[in-house]
T-cell receptor, first 112, second 114 residues
């Protein structure tokens, strides 16, 4: 079935460092792709999404581009803050359903 | 706007006991989901409701798990009897519809089975 694989964490960075969290997917059709974030003590929140190839999703300084040729949707941010410390989940859904199938999550820890 | 409400937030039970979790979705959201998140894994969809009907329960272990949404609003997820491997966070989520709509998650109910 459809699935996503994301890099294991934790990812530990200093404030203002560049962030990349890798995510690749396996799908039979044309999925929609998502990044969700879970801040400590809070529920999962949709961070950004892309629904077709070459789309770029962006929000709060985070970006990810839907790359069909490499089946990837890597999350990037140019300068992380301590407040970005959270668990990040890559996810996909079948077509337009938006019902996510999640990866295992990657913990990000940002030090001052 | 109020978010997805879940209770209880934390529950510890012994194996073979029963437990029930409650969820109140965002007002007006017709679609409701229950996910199970085991430590170190991503959330897994257990069941999806559209109003008071079940759309997908293919991942629900029906020998011990049950869920209902009788009036198409609140939902209850029950586990009976619980096993050690049911220790997880149970996430409720809702959306306006089941296609092309953002899904909003509650904070989750943490279950520990000892």
């Amino acid at each position: 079935g459809d699935s996503v694989t994301q890099m294991e964490g934790p990812v530990t960075l200093s404030e203002e460092a560049f962030l990349t969290i890798n995510c690749t997917y396996t799908a039979t059709g044309y999925p929609s792709l998502f990044w969700y974030v879970q801040y400590p003590g809070e529920g999962l929140q949709l961070l950004l999404k892309a629904t077709k190839a070459d789309d770029k999703g962006s929000n709060k300084g985070f970006e990810a581009t839907y790359r069909k040729e490499t089946t990837s949707f890597h999350l990037e941010k140019g300068s992380v803050q301590v407040s970005d410390s959270a668990v990040y989940f890559c996810a996909l859904s079948e077509g337009g359903s938006y019902i996510p199938t999640f990866g295992r999550g990657t913990s990000l820890i940002v030090h001052p | 706007e109020a978010g997805v409400a879940q209770s209880p937030r934390y529950k510890i039970i012994e194996k073979r006991q029963s437990v029930a979790f409650w969820c109140n979705p965002i007002s007006g959201h017709a679609t409701l989901y229950w996910y199970q998140q085991i430590l170190g894994q991503g959330p897994k969809l257990l069941i999806q409701f559209q109003n008071n009907g079940v759309v997908d329960d293919s991942q629900l272990p029906k020998d011990r798990f049950s869920a209902e949404r009788l009036k198409g609003v609140d939902s209850t997820l029950k586990i009976q009897p619980a096993k050690l491997e049911d220790s997880a966070v149970y996430l409720c989520a809702s959306s306006f519809g089941d296609r092309g709509n953002t899904i909003y998650f509650g904070e989750g109910s943490w279950l520990t089975v000892v």
